[in-house]
């Protein structure tokens, strides 16, 4: 099983969640078993950028599993800013998944 772990910010284009999603759960209704999608974010919830709250999400992993594919989501224009708090734990989170993993 392949484990695919949605990044959502704040501010998040609904879309770029919902597309993949409903790709990836389309292909496990196709193949069981083939893949496990699970939606994490440096805050419990957020306000996505057509107002809708997206709540339950799951924190930052400290690890990700081998073989995992990672979507981190778009944000609206208005959000495209590294210096937010949000961002900042997502590229800090980032860095220690690649040094963790020895990605280069």
């Known amino acids: 099983m392949t484990p695919i772990l949605f990044i959502v ?3 998040v ?3 770029d969640v919902a597309g993949p999603a409903e790709a990836f ?3 496990e209704a196709r193949q069981p078993g083939s893949y496990a999608l699970s939606y994490h974010s440096p805050q419990p919830s957020v306000l996505s950028a057509s107002g809708l ?3 339950d999400l799951l924190p930052l992993p ?3 599993p081998d073989h995992a594919i990672v979507v ?3 944000v609206s224009s208005a959000a495209m800013t590294l210096a937010s708090a949000s961002s ?3 590229v800090d989170w980032l860095a220690t998944i ?3 993993t020895g990605f280069n």
């Open 9 to 11: 910010l704040p501010d």
């Open 13 to 15: 284009v609904l879309l």
């Open 25 to 27: 759960r389309i292909a």
């Open 53 to 55: 709250t997206l709540s």
């Open 62 to 64: 400290d690890q990700v």
């Open 72 to 74: 981190i989501t778009g």
């Open 88 to 90: 900042k734990a997502v």
């Open 98 to 100: 690649i040094i963790q």
